[in-house]
């Protein structure tokens, strides 16, 4: 590894900005092959001080609320699109001055702030409707948009009867952490049921969900997909992927505070699951560790657990050659996206500081964090 981790203060977020560059301009092949717009999903990375460089190759942003929305719009200062399942009063006025495209969740959304929209005089405002294809291939219920009962998107059955007068695009959203055999099935059921319905449409947004920069990722038949929509009914298509773009770029790096045995060895980490990075627990899933195995494969297996109070802060067992020593460093992979944007500060627990790394620059700490955030969180 180019970065010498024994020099990182902990806990610590790691982004290698090179592995970032080489996503974007795997983002940009997708772009330049098909003309479809590529834009940052706040929600999976927010990592502001890296969205000028993400705006060299990107055509902007996709926000879930106001407070998203105004930090790409200041912080990328291209284009940016927003989706909520509903919006309040009080934040729509300060959507509309910032926003070029505003997606809404149902007919009454849309009915309700159409004349606010068509009110603003300076520049025109595209707004589209979220769609819920009623089909997923996600195995994740907390994370699949299109479960019955789901309240993401408006089904086919609502369209009767409705005017789609004014509105000029359709989202969708229906995958998580895939490979374009999915979308490719996920587009022939949007195709079937909403054709009439896109044929009125300038522009169709994929949603998010694809996991474009791994590397047994199909990206032409990604195109594929892309290009016959767009072939098909002459409009502009749009993905908003989060993950795709820092995906196994950024490490979290973490010390041992302690070890001890309860019918096993564990270790106490200055890193904590529930705190640091939520998605260990909700997904569920074990992030890897360098120069660890999986228990069993090497000669010492450990427990790895945070220092919160919670008895299921708990982030999994691995093994090492060597046994674990209080002082010693742990680094876990693929900390990018779902981490910053998620972390908390459950128990006072420290939030990690954010760096980047490059080789031209070498590591440069762009936060810290320390009590004042923890306290101005609270009242």
């Known amino acids: 590894m180019p970065i010498d981790f024994t020099k990182v203060p902990t806990p610590c977020y790691?982004?290698?900005?090179?592995?970032?560059?080489?996503?974007?301009?795997?983002?940009?092949?997708?772009?330049?092959?098909?003309?479809?717009?590529?834009?940052?999903?706040?929600?999976g990375f927010s990592m502001f001080s890296v969205m000028p460089l993400i705006g060299q190759y990107l055509h902007g942003i996709t926000a879930s609320s106001l407070h998203e929305a105004r930090l790409g719009y200041e912080e990328m200062g291209k284009q940016v699109h927003i989706y909520s399942p509903a919006y309040n009063d009080k934040d729509f006025e300060d959507i509309l001055r910032i926003s070029d495209h505003i997606v809404f969740n149902s007919f009454s959304q849309w009915e309700?702030?159409?004349?606010?929209?068509?009110?603003?005089a300076n520049r025109h405002i595209s707004c589209g409707l979220?769609?819920?294809?009623?089909?997923?291939?996600?195995?994740?219920?907390?994370?699949?948009p299109c479960y019955t009962g789901s309240r993401l998107g408006?089904?086919?059955?609502?369209?009767?009867?409705?005017?789609?007068d004014g509105l000029e695009g359709l989202h969708f959203h229906a995958m998580c952490e895939q490979n374009s055999d999915t979308l490719e099935r996920i587009v022939q059921v949007v195709d079937e049921k909403f054709e009439p319905y896109i044929r009125q449409m300038k522009w169709i947004n994929f949603g998010g969900g694809h996991h474009i920069t791994r590397p047994d990722y199909d990206i032409e038949r990604l195109i594929k997909s892309i290009k016959f929509i767009q072939d098909k009914y002459n409009v502009q298509v749009y993905l908003e992927p989060g993950e795709a773009i820092?995906?196994?770029?950024?490490?979290?790096?973490?010390?041992?505070?302690?070890?001890?045995?309860?019918?096993?060895?564990?270790?106490?980490?200055?890193?904590?699951?529930?705190?640091?990075?939520?998605?260990?627990?909700?997904?569920?899933?074990?992030?890897?560790?360098?120069?660890?195995?999986?228990?069993?494969?090497?000669?010492?297996?450990?427990?790895?657990?945070?220092?919160?109070?919670?008895?299921?802060?708990?982030?999994?067992?691995?093994?090492?050659?060597?046994?674990?020593?209080?002082?010693?460093?742990?680094v876990f992979c693929d900390m990018a996206h779902y981490t910053m944007v998620k972390n908390n500060t459950f128990n006072g627990v420290q939030l990690p500081s954010i760096a980047l790394y490059s080789e031209e620059n070498g590591l440069k700490i762009i936060r810290e964090f320390g009590y004042e955030d923890f306290r101005n969180r609270l009242s």
């Open 14 to 43: 790691v982004v290698d900005q090179d592995l970032l560059i080489k996503n974007l301009e795997i983002l940009d092949y997708v772009q330049r092959q098909t003309g479809c717009q590529i834009l940052l999903a706040l929600k």
């Open 112 to 120: 309700k702030y159409r004349p606010q929209v068509e009110a603003v």
């Open 130 to 144: 979220r769609i819920n294809p009623e089909y997923s291939e996600i195995s994740t219920p907390i994370y699949d």
């Open 154 to 164: 408006t089904t086919l059955e609502h369209f009767a009867g409705r005017s789609l």
């Open 246 to 330: 820092a995906l196994n770029t950024g490490y979290l790096v973490s010390e041992v505070l302690d070890t001890l045995t309860n019918n096993m060895e564990l270790a106490i980490l200055d890193t904590s699951a529930a705190c640091h990075m939520p998605d260990v627990l909700e997904m569920p899933y074990r992030p890897e560790v360098i120069g660890a195995g999986k228990p069993g494969e090497k000669a010492y297996t450990y427990r790895l657990g945070g220092p919160s109070c919670l008895a299921g802060d708990i982030i999994g067992d691995y093994s090492f050659d060597q046994p674990l020593k209080p002082g010693e460093k742990i």
